[in-house]
């Protein structure tokens, strides 16, 4: 199913504990036509060092002081391709086929 493009930002500040469950969460979805925007705060507690593990599947990475989550994904918009744009947190995860079932959603509905 290649379909809508999807892309998911993760906006992230210390939470190295818990970012690589919310990163593979979007990574390993049954879903191919995705991108993953991760946007770090200026962490310090190794969070950055677990992101960079995945570059080679992250359409975009940046780290530096921001000013909160909002703010950070408002103004990396510009990097987004797909046509429907969600966010989870860090802390957060996706349940397998999630990215599916919301193409799918969107191409019957447009909702």
Known sequence: MNGVRITVFIPVFNMADTIERAILSVLNQDYENKELIVLDGGSTDGTVEVVKKYLDRI?????????????????????????????????????????????????????
Request: charged share 20%; proline share 4%; net charge negative.
């Open 59 to 111: 359409a975009y990475f940046a780290s530096g002081p921001d000013d909160g989550s909002s703010k950070a994904i408002a103004t990396n918009l510009v990097h987004a391709t797909g046509e429907i744009a969600g966010m989870i947190g860090a802390d957060d995860w996706y349940n397998p086929g999630a990215l599916s079932a919301a193409a799918r959603t969107y191409e019957e509905t447009r909702a």
